[in-house]
Antibody, heavy 122, light 117 residues
Framework: EVQLLESGGGLVRPGGSLRLSCAASGFTFSSYVMSWVRQAPGKGLEWVSGISDSGGSTYDADSVKGRFTISRDNAKNTLYLQMNSLRAEDTAVYYC???????????????WGQGTLVTVSS | NFMLTQPHSVSESLGKTVTISCTRSSGSIASSYVQWYQQRPGSCPTTVIYDDNQRPSGVPDRFSGSIDSSSNSAFLTISGLQTEDEADYYCQSYDFISQSYDSSMGVFGGGTKLTVL
């Protein structure tokens, strides 16, 4: 069974940093592009970052470019999101999401974690 | 880059049929597949339709998807509405990042709240 388990969320002050993790199991993690998707309280879904199966290529939404860094450790089956220079508008539940097909160029998500809440507030 | 626009909310009676639209702002709706996700309060999204009109195993055939090039829109139709269908629904597609089409970013619609009366 495919499982994605996020951790690392919490309360952080504006300008602070936080690192999220997503532990994956039940599939060949190294064969799939992975993404982070967030949802602000009472708002819709927003794709944040994606990383290729090898980790060699990363892609970010304009809203987080230069502040967030996505990475992965295929030996540990774990996805990360390093968030720096956090702002109030980054407050959201952060989900990791798995692509439907291995080695796909198209972002089509078939499995999501339960999410981890990040609150940016003074 | 393009946007996907959904109605903020729809409502329909138990047992009836409802259709939720998702309109692409630029580029052809047919140029990249559309997915539909259902999200109940406090839960993560789950897929009800992928690749425009495909249903994952376990999703009832009351859920169907389609696209229409003339309106540049995708549609999610739920027939025989049940109380458990009350949820938020999001359409999603993808925008290729480079001319080589070797990767893409996800694009979500704003979500539609479905109320079953």
């Amino acid at each position: 069974e495919v499982q994605l388990l996020e951790s690392g969320g919490g309360l952080v002050r504006p300008g602070g940093s936080l690192r999220l993790s997503c532990a994956a199991s039940g599939f060949t993690f190294s064969s799939y592009v992975m993404s982070w998707v967030r949802q602000a309280p009472g708002k819709g879904l927003e794709w944040v970052s994606g990383i290729s199966d090898s980790g060699g290529s990363t892609y970010d939404a304009d809203s987080v470019k230069g502040r967030f860094t996505i990475s992965r450790d295929n030996a540990k089956n774990t996805l990360y999101l390093q968030m720096n220079s956090l702002r109030a508008e980054d407050t959201a539940v952060y989900y990791c999401a798995k692509d439907r097909h291995a080695w796909d160029t198209a972002r089509r998500f078939d499995k999501w974690g339960q999410g981890t809440l990040v609150t940016v507030s003074s | 880059n393009f946007m996907l626009t959904q109605p903020h909310s729809v409502s329909e009676s138990l047992g009836k049929t409802v259709t939720i639209s998702c309109t692409r702002s630029s580029g052809s709706i047919a140029s990249s597949y559309v997915q539909w996700y259902q999200q109940r309060p406090g839960s993560c999204p789950t897929t009800v339709i992928y690749d425009d009109n495909q249903r994952p195993s376990g999703v009832p055939d009351r859920f169907s998807g389609s696209i229409d090039s003339s309106s540049n829109s995708a549609f999610l139709t739920i027939s025989g509405l049940q109380t458990e269908d009350e949820a938020d629904y999001y359409c999603q597609s993808y925008d290729f990042i480079s001319q080589s089409y070797d990767s893409s970013m996800g694009v979500f619609g704003g979500g539609t709240k479905l109320t079953v009366l």
